[in-house]
């Protein structure tokens, strides 16, 4: 009994200390995703890291050679190669085309697909078969239509462009980011009909006994009901966006023409791979790691704002 005539707690006994604090079954079952993540991302990231500080070769197993520190050597050549300075301003091209456009189509394709329509399960599988296509199959389909002798200009007739669409330094990377548009648009369609699911159908019915139309619907109740998935479709595509590499790699021969269409990660393979300059990659990898990063927080702070 305290001093003020109210009974003091308890204390509480050794099982119920035990079931307040957090569940340890619960570190047990994350363990291997962070073990995996340590493993596969960490690590190498470090790894590369200190590599960018360094003069450093590839050698046979077992070699010993000296890899002597270099400073800021290594980032000092990434920012005055020329071919890099391109490669990031045609990744700039690249988002400032897919991002919008997968946002976009994916949410208006996922509110037609949301509703009742026939057929409804034919068109959503339809829409996500490019993603789970091998590239190379959908490469060759894109070569055949926007090649020099392609469909697409056999029906333009005189109004084909001169050069062609995919080696013509200002149309190249244009389609090749319509193409990453329409490949990834059935799994950015997916994110974007799970988040349909938790808009409530009041809130449309609503709006429709206000006057709304379907456009006014639309953009006051799906567009804010979505803002969260579209934050990840937004982040999503940038970061892929930005690891950029099989898509001119394989439909321009390798970022042609003159550097038109390479990317940045296109140049670290070409530059640690192809030139034995592992170090100049490195370097290279961890300036496009702090742009994407930096970039998508830019993204998410834009999508998220005036959100509750």
Avoid: C
């Avoid at 790894?47 to 070699?63: L, N, Q």
């Avoid at 897919?98 to 976009?104: A, F, I």
């Avoid at 639309?218 to 998935?229: D, E, I, L, N, Q």
């Avoid at 390798?254 to 100049?280: C, N, R, T, W």
């Amino acid at each position: 009994m305290s001093t003020t005539g109210i009974p003091a707690p308890k204390s509480a006994s050794p099982r119920t200390r035990w079931r307040l604090r957090p569940p340890r079954i619960g570190a047990l079952f994350v363990s291997p995703y962070v073990l995996f993540v340590t493993a596969v991302f960490a690590v190498p990231l470090g790894y590369t890291i200190w590599i960018s500080f360094h003069r450093f070769y590839f050698t046979a197993p077992g070699t010993d050679i000296d890899t002597p520190w270099v400073g800021l050597r290594n980032y000092q050549d990434v920012f005055t190669d020329p071919v890099v300075q391109r490669s990031f301003l045609n990744i700039a091209i690249f988002l400032v085309i897919n991002v919008p456009l997968t946002v976009v189509l994916a949410l208006v394709l996922a509110s037609a697909l949301n509703a009742k329509l026939p057929f409804r399960s034919f068109f959503r599988a339809a829409y996500y078969l490019p993603y789970v296509t091998a590239s190379v199959a959908l490469v060759a389909v894109w070569q055949y239509i926007f090649g020099a002798d392609g469909l697409l200009n056999t029906v333009l007739g005189d109004l084909a462009p001169d050069p062609s669409w995919l080696v013509n330094s200002t149309l190249a990377m244009p389609v090749i980011a319509v193409f990453v548009t329409w490949k990834q648009l059935g799994f950015f369609v997916m994110l974007y009909l799970a988040a349909l699911q938790s808009v409530p159908r009041e809130l449309y019915e609503s709006a429709s006994i206000d006057g709304a139309g379907r456009v006014r619907s639309f953009m006051s109740v799906t567009v804010p009901g979505v803002r969260h998935a579209t934050t990840l479709v937004t982040v999503f595509a940038i970061i892929t966006g930005a690891n950029l590499f099989s898509e001119p790699y394989l439909l321009t021969g390798g970022g042609g023409p003159d550097h038109a269409s390479s990317s940045p990660v296109l140049v670290m393979y070409q530059k640690g791979i192809e030139q034995a300059h592992p170090d100049f990659a490195a370097a290279l990898g961890v300036v496009l790691v702090v742009f994407v990063v930096v970039l998508a927080l830019v993204a998410r702070k834009f999508t998220e704002k005036g959100a509750e």
